[in-house]
């Protein structure tokens, strides 16, 4: 793969998952009530990958206010297309 690769997720949303960061910083709302639906794809910016292992982190930041009680979320996936 090249080493300038787009970042694009999904997600699903649903009534007990809560706030996401993003790798760009801004904050994603997984709240749906009452069906579990998927966000579509979000972009999550374009990065220089190098060969070997790489990380991604998936940060719970709050709750909506009507989101059931826990702590969850859920990624659908993850697609690294060249530049």
């Known amino acids: 793969m090249d080493k300038d690769t ?3 997720a999904g997600a699903m949303e649903a009534e007990d ?3 996401a960061k993003v790798a760009d910083g801004k904050t994603v709302d997984l709240y749906n009530f009452p069906d579990v639906i998927s966000t579509g794809a979000f972009p999550l910016g374009a990065r220089t990958l190098d060969a070997g292992p790489h990380r ?6 709050g709750t909506n206010p009507a989101a059931a009680a826990g702590g ?5 996936y993850l697609r690294l297309t060249p530049k």
Do not use: F, N, P, Q
């Open 17 to 19: 998952l809560k706030l």
């Open 72 to 76: 969850r979320l859920g990624m659908d």
């Open 6 to 8: 787009k970042k694009v």
């Open 56 to 61: 991604l982190t998936l940060e719970i930041v």
